[in-house]
C-alpha cells in the first residue's frame, strides 16, 4: 500500500540587538502550525482568494502553542508588515522586524492582515527581554515536506 504523509513545519532565528548594533541573543525555536494555518494552505491549492501571509505579532502570552489557536496571547504593540517572504521550492521564509518595544517577550505569530484575519503558526519561548532601544529581528521558515 503506497502511504504519504503531508508535513507543514517551521523553525523560527530569532535576533535581538542593542541601539549600537550589536547582538545580545540568538534563538532557534521550534514553531507550531495551527489548524487555521493547515486549512489556510489547503484552501490556496483548491483555488481559493485568501490574502497571503503578510505580518508578525509578538507578545508576552505563556500558554502553550496549541493547534486550536487563532491568535497569539497577548500581543505587544501592533502587528507588523513582514520584512519579506521569499518561496524557494517547498519552503517560505518570513522576516519581520521590531523596534522600539519593551518587556519580556514570550511569544510570536505570522497572520495574512494587519488585524485579525487568519493565523499560520505560533510559537512561544522562553523570556526574551527587550528594552526600547533593542530591535528584534525574526526570520521563520516554514518547509512543506512529504514526511
Same mark, same amino acid.
Given at each position: ?41 489547503? $484552501? &490556496?491549492?483548491?483555488? *481559493? !482568494?485568501?490574502? %497571503?501571509? +503578510? ?5 508576552? @502570552? ?15 504593540? $501592533? &502587528?507588523?508588515?513582514? *520584512? !519579506?517572504?521569499? %518561496?524557494? +521550492? ?5 522576516? @519581520? ?20 484575519? *487568519? ?29
Amino acid at each position: 500500500m503506497l502511504q504519504d504523509n503531508m508535513n507543514a513545519r517551521g523553525r523560527l532565528s530569532i535576533i535581538v540587538k542593542d541601539a549600537d548594533g550589536n547582538v545580545k541573543d540568538i534563538r532557534e525555536v521550534e514553531n507550531l502550525v495551527v489548524n487555521t494555518g493547515l486549512n489556510f494552505i489547503a $484552501s &490556496r491549492m483548491g483555488g *481559493t !482568494s485568501s490574502d %497571503v501571509m +503578510s505580518h508578525m505579532a509578538i507578545g508576552t @502570552g505563556t500558554t502553550a502553542a496549541a493547534a486550536g489557536d487563532t491568535d497569539i496571547g497577548t500581543i505587544v504593540g $501592533s &502587528r507588523v508588515a513582514l *520584512t !519579506s517572504a521569499n %518561496v524557494s +521550492s517547498n519552503t517560505i521564509v518570513y522576516v @519581520g522586524d521590531f523596534s522600539s518595544v519593551s518587556g519580556a517577550i514570550t511569544e510570536a505569530g505570522v497572520f495574512n492582515a494587519a488585524t485579525s484575519g *487568519t493565523m499560520l503558526c505560533r510559537t512561544v519561548f522562553s523570556a526574551i527581554n527587550l528594552t526600547s532601544a533593542d530591535s528584534l529581528t525574526i526570520t521563520w521558515t516554514i518547509t512543506i515536506s512529504a514526511s
